[in-house]
């Protein structure tokens, strides 16, 4: 067993994808038109055929609530691994990209914690 997607709920699909393709530097791999909303994910280049992240829409009401749960007591809706935290949260940075948490060494992890501006906050981690 292995997984196949996971979903982060985005306030707004075409900003999140803006965002997570031209900012993060993943790439679209669907795009299906559901009624007002679409089937839309998004997958890192090095995986093409891996794990996808679907851009979900955040309509049902049990989603904003928890979605502003998370961003207030400061918890990542999802983590993604880099090489270097420093050098990626600085390239994020000189995008634009703000953090919540800068970049935090602890034993053999490294994260920091950003805001993908479509209400979450995302997680890099590198480890050791």
Known sequence: M??????????????ALRFYTDVLGFVKKHDIPLGEDRWLTVVSPEEPNGTELLLEPSGHPAVQPYKTALVQDGIPAASFAVDDVQAESDRLRALGVRFTQEPLAMGTVTTAVLDDTCGNLIQIVHSK
């Open 2 to 15: 292995k997984i196949h997607l996971s979903s982060v709920f985005v306030d707004d699909q075409e900003k």
